[in-house]
């Protein structure tokens, strides 16, 4: 839509769908056990919501990534093949925007759960992965077309991976002015 009309509109109830693809890019040989590219085919469909209750806003996410089967994973003495059970992800962001302040503020979590490796046909139950994460995010302005956004997450629940904390800035610039919408 239009600039004008997209600033003007208002959010009740969204949903979506996404195909994120990685493809088997990149150097990779199976004699090193560190490769710069990966040797398998990565999908993730997923699905999302999003729902405006007046100045709050509930956004969640479902998807699952599958994975092919790497058929040249370093081994040694020989490379073997290496497969990836389905990892399920979750994710949710309650956010309250501030009108008169052109700004917002969010809590943040997700969960992801599965991922279990095999090698040679044999699974590895440690390589199981089940973990969370929370945090917050702010979107403050600076001037008319132009916000500064920060985050910051740590580790809920950590079963394998993802035991960190998390800051990050951005600057982000809107060529259509003071955004009347929810930008998460």
Same mark, same amino acid.
């Given at each position: 839509m239009p600039a004008p009309e997209f600033v003007k509109w208002k959010q009740k109830t969204l949903l979506g769908v996404s195909l994120t693809v990685v493809a088997p890019t990149g150097q990779y040989d199976p004699t090193h056990l560190i490769n710069w590219g990966i040797n398998r085919w990565a999908f993730k469909p997923e699905l999302g919501y999003s729902r405006r209750f007046g100045q709050w806003v509930l956004d969640g996410f479902?998807?699952?990534?599958?994975?092919?089967?790497? #058929?040249?994973? +370093?081994?040694?003495?020989?490379?073997?093949?290496q497969t990836q059970s389905p990892i399920g992800s979750l994710e949710g962001h309650l956010s309250y925007d501030f009108n008169k302040l052109h700004c917002w503020a969010s809590l943040d979590g997700n969960f992801w759960f599965g991922g279990t490796t095999s090698l040679g046909g044999i699974a590895n139950g440690v390589t199981r992965q089940t973990s969370s994460r929370i945090g917050g995010t702010v979107s403050l302005p600076l001037k008319k077309n132009q916000s500064i956004k920060v985050s910051?997450? #740590?580790?809920? +629940?950590?079963?394998y991976g993802g035991n960190y904390q998390s800051v990050s800035v951005a600057w982000q610039y809107s060529w259509i002015g003071w955004p009347k919408f929810h930008a998460q």
């Open positions: 479902g998807g699952v990534w599958f994975y092919t089967t790497n #058929n040249a994973f +370093y081994s040694v003495p020989d490379p073997l093949p910051y997450s #740590n580790g809920a +629940y950590v079963r």
